[in-house]
């Protein structure tokens, strides 16, 4: 499975609450002597492969997801979905289920030995449509993905399909895919590699994941328990029964709760992973925090913290996104929620390339800015990681002189935050335009940042910006009192001949003029992704839609028709 | 030379004996942690943040390196 790199499932796998459902083998025409080029194959049907294929589907793209396993994933893996990566899942049409299924958190507590060190909360809007965090298993998040894909008869997966191989030609991408009737090659105009960090993909391109390794090894284990211990991320650190070593707990649904301790250097991981030794371990852990409810492992896998990314994401036609790009250690919740961001980057340009709107170059934009990401992502998650895990004796002594002196001294508290992941600013590129014009502006979202999803007052309760976005393009044009001005940019952009969509949206809530920085005439353009491109006081359609055009690489009516 | 300023005797053997007592009464094997804990503490009172930095350089000299 896609997210396998930094933690395997232990022995065999019966979950106590997710009924898995195996998708028998269906026998592939390649196997028959049939081939065809298919636009899009994308190796791996995990929650990146999976919102690619979707976002593709939506956009009119045909894919194929080849996938190693007969279901979703084992074991209940990435379980902190961050609130970008819920917006992004509902705008690529999982509907609200993850966000409605999942237990939602907004901060938690750390403790050393038996003292409160930290009581923190990740900073946002408070009128945003979700919370910070939410704790969900990637199966059932797979399952949410999985049952949206099955509304695009454009999107299919090929179950105990594992790609093995791929070589390109600058024409085409050859995967070869081993099934359990044999082996066959198959043909893509691109593939997207998703098969996670052991990437087949990677491999057979010769590409390599540069950076660094932890020593300290942590033990997930997954226990079903009816507790009312609160939800939310609680961390002991130094706990009385277990000196030298750190202890996270986590709720998911389904009286799921995850709990990671750190394992010493000379703890014999084989012998760890046993489930009797897991058994006494947090059985010892929960009676020290006084629970007293009885309960049963579902899942154990071992971790030990990675971060590494590959130097681009392009090669050309093939892509890297999620754990086939980047590994991320796990503290802050940044692997799979910076995989659904890649996805969410990538797969827009991918559709505007496909469906020859624009020049190829354009994907080079999604390597640009998703490395940029993963360097940012990974310097977050490094810090958390040398406070988790200290990784020298250097590390070991702040870490002890740190939570020691937070017990009494709130100055120092800081330091033991989590960083949990938050949404990414894109730093550079191309497709952000810091006009002149910025400064201006004394808040609202920067070129680069996220729209931010606020709710819509004068449009009825429950009705948020992200309901507004187009699939393309959108210029949100604040306008209170000239009812014609969106119109006349409407006619204005029809007339400019632009292959996809740039949605109008007039903006009249005083809250989102507010929220903004807006004045009457003020205009944000928002990607299909969601990031602000760009923001003006007064918005000159002509000479910014040239430059919108030049900067993805869009064809000209006259290079469109001689292709 | 980093230290300036001419500290009066009586004080630099009062934090002399100060420290040595905390010292002993932390003991060797936590003597790094309890030291460190006095240094973030005092360095949250330095007006510049690069100022801890230059007393680690000079600290770092003429001291022997562990082996390792």
């Known amino acids: 499975m896609p997210a396998e790199a930094q933690a395997t499932a232990v022995g065999t796998y019966n979950s106590l609450y997710f009924d898995y459902a195996h998708h028998p083998f269906q026998r592939a025409p390649e196997l028959d002597g049939e081939e065809r080029l298919y636009p899009v194959i994308i190796a791996g049907a995990g929650p990146v492969g999976m919102t690619v294929a979707l976002d593709l589907a939506r956009r009119g793209i045909e894919v194929v997801l080849l996938e190693e396993d007969d279901t979703v994933n084992r074991g209940s893996r990435a379980v902190g979905i961050a609130r970008r990566s819920l917006e992004i899942f509902e705008r ?60 695009h008869p454009n999107a299919s ?60 090894r942590y033990l997930i284990v997954d226990i079903q328990m009816k507790s009312s211990q609160p939800a939310g991320r609680r961390v002991w650190f130094a706990p009385p029964e277990f000196p030298g070593s750190t202890i996270i707990m986590h709720k998911q649904p389904f009286d799921i709760w995850r709990i990671d301790y750190q394992l010493g250097p000379d703890d014999d991981l084989d012998e760890e992973v046993q489930p009797r030794r897991v058994r ?48 991320v250690p796990i503290f802050g919740a940044r692997g799979m929620n910076g995989g659904v961001d890649d996805a969410n980057n990538l797969a827009w340009k991918l559709a505007y390339v496909v469906s020859g709107w624009c020049d190829d170059a354009l994907l080079d934009s999604y390597s640009s800015e998703r490395v940029d990401a993963a360097h940012q992502n990974m310097a977050f998650a490094e810090k958390s990681t040398r406070f988790m895990t200290p990784p020298t004796f250097g590390h070991a002594v702040l870490q002890e002189a740190i939570l ?7 100055f120092i508290r800081d330091l033991i935050n989590p960083r949990q992941v938050t949404e990414l600013r894109m730093t550079a590129g191309p497709l952000r335009f810091d006009d002149a014009d910025d400064i ?124 | 030379m980093l230290i300036e300023a001419k500290i009066p005797s009586h ?41 801890l930095r230059d007393f680690l350089d000079v600290a770092l000299q003429d001291i022997e390196p562990q082996q390792k």
């Open chain 1, 92 to 151: 690529a049409g999982t509907g609200p289920g993850i966000f409605e299924t999942g237990i939602s958190w907004k901060g938690g507590q750390s403790y050393y030995r038996d003292s409160l060190v930290l009581d923190f909360v990740v900073q946002q809007a408070d009128n945003l449509r979700h919370p910070p965090m939410v704790s969900i298993a990637q199966c059932n998040v797979e399952q949410y993905l999985y049952e949206a894909l099955q509304n």
């Open chain 1, 440 to 563: 201006r502006f004394a808040g609202g979202p920067l070129p680069g940042a996220v729209c931010p999803n606020l709710p819509l007052c004068t449009d009825g309760p429950g009705d948020h910006l992200q309901g507004r976005l187009g699939r393309d393009f959108t210029l949100l044009l604040f306008q209170k009192t000239d009812t014609t001005a969106a119109e006349e940019m409407r006619a204005r952009i029809e007339r400019m001949n632009i292959p996809f969509g740039i949605d109008v949206v007039q903006i009249r809530d005083a809250s989102l003029y507010a929220a903004f920085d807006a004045q009457d005439g003020t205009a944000y353009l928002v990607r299909p992704d969601g990031h602000v491109a760009g923001r003006w006081r007064q918005f000159n359609a002509d000479t910014t839609l040239d430059r919108l055009l030049k900067a993805i690489r869009c064809k000209t009516m006259e290079s469109r028709h001689v292709d």
């Open chain 1, 280 to 327: 006494e371990r947090v059985d010892r852990f929960l009676k020290s925090i006084g629970e007293t409810a009885d309960w049963a492992i579902d899942w154990i896998s071992p971790y030990r913290a990675l971060s590494l990314s590959l130097d681009s994401y392009r090669e050309g036609r093939v892509l890297f996104a999620g754990d086939a790009a980047h590994l």
């Open chain 1, 404 to 410: 020691s002196l937070a017990v009494k001294e709130p």
């Open chain 1, 157 to 216: 997966i090929r179950w105990s399909s594992k790609l093995v191989s791929a070589r390109q030609d600058g024409e085409e991408v050859i995967a070869s895919v081993a099934t359990p009737q044999g082996q066959y090659d198959m043909r893509g105009e691109w593939l997207v590699a998703c098969d996670g960090g052991r990437s087949a993909v990677r491999k057979a391109l010769g590409k390599e994941l540069k950076g660094s390794s932890y020593e300290g």
């Open chain 2, 11 to 51: 004080i630099l053997e009062a934090n002399w004996e100060s420290l040595a007592q905390a010292l002993n009464t932390v003991g060797s094997e936590k003597a790094s942690v309890f030291l460190t804990k006095v240094v973030l503490m005092l360095a949250a009172k330095l007006d510049r943040p690069e100022t």
